[in-house]
């Protein structure tokens, strides 16, 4: 009888973990939503508003659509694999393929890609584009409330790839989730059952139902996890022929997310930059004042055009001269940030020189942000 056993990533499990999950817990998968558009309407959805029903594609938090700038964030990122979500990338079939071979061309097979889906679009013509483009592993939402296209797995098993099912674990669904766990016995690899999680996207109307989180800390809603238990001592005692894991809300911030972090990291840290343990960076930041940070600062820099950009960064230019002329800073502690258009440096020169800088009209600042494209503020100093 296969035990179940606690992981060292704050989850549980029966046998192995998927392929895809061994790299995701290492931080190794890029994660590439590929659409925001689905066929299904789940009220557990966590899609955040700008990506729920959008047509939009982004690697990691990167919003792009390019082939080479999903390339560089999965080199950034030293991934190892990537897993292509959504929406329903079979929304966007083409795309979903071309996506796939070009990372498999980039990368070599051995880059390990694996795919969220529905049966909703799960026919023999589409998986059959998605095997021979090289996706290794593809995993199914059931809807668990109705089985009607459940019979669809059938078609999935005549491809040669790792399948499995991904349910979240939803209070006030035993039945129904036991139902479902019986009826895929033999006809998987695996299972995840993931701990339902409350979010503030409009899709998630979880709260509207009466669920509540199981604490402050946590997005996890109460209950799942009790139940998520319960579903691995049946599945131990019913023998199940698939593996099963049980992902928590905290493996997914504390492991998943913040270890993908620390890897690009260790990638983007400029010679100046002060690494914290947690991959965020701390650094000196020198801004114009019209272009400082304040609650409108994404929209100032989408509005610049190309002549306000162009004389902004010969602003900065000059700046970083005076800085080395008069004040002998050298060149490899100053850099231009083209994309959030300010000088970046270490955080002692900033503290070193605050008079200074205030003097030539700049603001300097130290500031803690992620790594991350978006670069996410955890705090700000002015100085």
Same mark, same amino acid.
């Given at each position: 009888?296969?035990?179940?056993?606690?992981?060292?990533?704050?989850?549980?499990?029966?046998?192995?973990?998927?392929?895809?999950?061994?790299?995701?817990?290492?931080?190794?998968?890029?994660?590439?939503?590929?659409?925001?558009?689905?066929?299904?309407?789940?009220?557990?959805?966590?899609?955040?508003?700008?990506?729920?029903?959008?047509?939009?594609?982004?690697?990691?938090?990167?919003?792009?659509?390019?082939?080479?700038?999903?390339?560089?964030?999965?080199?950034?990122?030293?991934?190892?694999?990537?897993?292509?979500?959504?929406?329903?990338?079979?929304?966007?079939?083409?795309?979903?393929?071309?996506?796939?071979?070009?990372?498999?061309?980039?990368?070599?097979?051995?880059?390990?890609?694996?795919?969220?889906?529905?049966?909703?679009?799960?026919?023999?013509?589409?998986?059959?584009?998605?095997?021979?483009?090289?996706l290794d592993e593809i995993r199914f939402h059931p809807n668990i409330d109705d089985d009607t296209l459940w019979h669809r797995i059938d078609i999935v098993r005549k491809f040669k790839w790792d399948i499995g099912v991904e349910i979240p674990c939803i209070p006030g669904k035993k039945v129904k989730t036991m139902k479902l766990m019986d009826f895929f016995n033999k006809k998987i690899k695996f299972l995840n059952i993931n701990e339902l999680e409350v979010s503030d996207a409009k899709a998630n109307k979880l709260s509207e139902q009466g669920m509540r989180t199981k604490d402050r800390l946590s997005y996890g809603v109460k209950g799942s996890e009790s139940l998520a238990k319960y579903f691995l001592r049946e599945a131990q005692k019913k023998k199940f022929s698939y593996n099963i894991h049980y992902c928590?809300?905290?493996?997914?911030?504390?492991?998943?997310?913040?270890?993908?972090?620390?890897?690009?990291?260790?990638?983007?840290?400029?010679?100046?930059?002060?690494?914290?343990?947690?991959? @965020? &960076?701390?650094?000196?930041?020198?801004?114009?004042?019209? *272009?400082?940070?304040? !609650?409108?600062?994404?929209? %100032? #820099?989408?509005?610049?055009?190309?002549?306000?950009?162009?004389? @902004? &960064?010969?602003?900065?230019?000059?700046?970083?001269?005076? *800085?080395?002329?008069? !004040?002998?800073?050298?060149? %490899? #502690?100053?850099?231009?940030?083209?994309?959030?258009?300010?000088?970046?440096?270490?955080?002692?020169?900033?503290?070193?020189?605050?008079?200074?800088?205030?003097?030539?009209?700049?603001?300097?600042?130290?500031?803690?942000?992620?790594?991350?494209?978006?670069?996410?503020?955890?705090?700000?100093?002015?100085?």
């Amino acid at each position: 009888m296969k035990k179940i056993a606690k992981t060292p990533f704050y989850s549980w499990k029966i046998g192995n973990l998927p392929k895809g999950c061994q790299h995701c817990v290492k931080g190794e998968k890029l994660v590439l939503f590929v659409t925001g558009i689905c066929p299904r309407n789940c009220s557990y959805c966590p899609i955040s508003d700008k990506k729920h029903q959008h047509d939009v594609t982004y690697a990691n938090e990167w919003p792009t659509a390019k082939i080479s700038e999903i390339i560089e964030e999965a080199q950034l990122c030293k991934s190892k694999g990537a897993g292509f979500t959504g929406g329903d990338p079979l929304v966007k079939l083409e795309r979903t393929v071309k996506y796939i071979k070009a990372l498999k061309k980039a990368f070599g097979k051995g880059f390990h890609i694996h795919l969220y889906t529905s049966f909703d679009l799960a026919d023999e013509k589409r998986l059959k584009k998605l095997r021979d483009a090289g996706l290794d592993e593809i995993r199914f939402h059931p809807n668990i409330d109705d089985d009607t296209l459940w019979h669809r797995i059938d078609i999935v098993r005549k491809f040669k790839w790792d399948i499995g099912v991904e349910i979240p674990c939803i209070p006030g669904k035993k039945v129904k989730t036991m139902k479902l766990m019986d009826f895929f016995n033999k006809k998987i690899k695996f299972l995840n059952i993931n701990e339902l999680e409350v979010s503030d996207a409009k899709a998630n109307k979880l709260s509207e139902q009466g669920m509540r989180t199981k604490d402050r800390l946590s997005y996890g809603v109460k209950g799942s996890e009790s139940l998520a238990k319960y579903f691995l001592r049946e599945a131990q005692k019913k023998k199940f022929s698939y593996n099963i894991h049980y992902c928590t809300a905290k493996l997914k911030d504390k492991i998943q997310l913040a270890r993908r972090i620390q890897r690009r990291a260790k990638s983007v840290k400029q010679y100046f930059d002060i690494l914290n343990n947690d991959g @965020t &960076l701390t650094r000196g930041v020198i801004y114009l004042p019209y *272009l400082a940070p304040s !609650f409108d600062y994404a929209k %100032k #820099l989408e509005k610049l055009t190309i002549k306000q950009k162009q004389f @902004t &960064l010969n602003k900065l230019n000059t700046a970083i001269k005076h *800085l080395m002329r008069e !004040f002998e800073v050298p060149q %490899k #502690l100053l850099m231009i940030d083209k994309r959030r258009m300010r000088i970046l440096t270490n955080p002692g020169v900033v503290q070193h020189l605050e008079k200074q800088i205030k003097t030539m009209h700049l603001k300097p600042a130290i500031i803690t942000e992620y790594p991350t494209w978006d670069a996410m503020t955890v705090e700000l100093d002015w100085l």
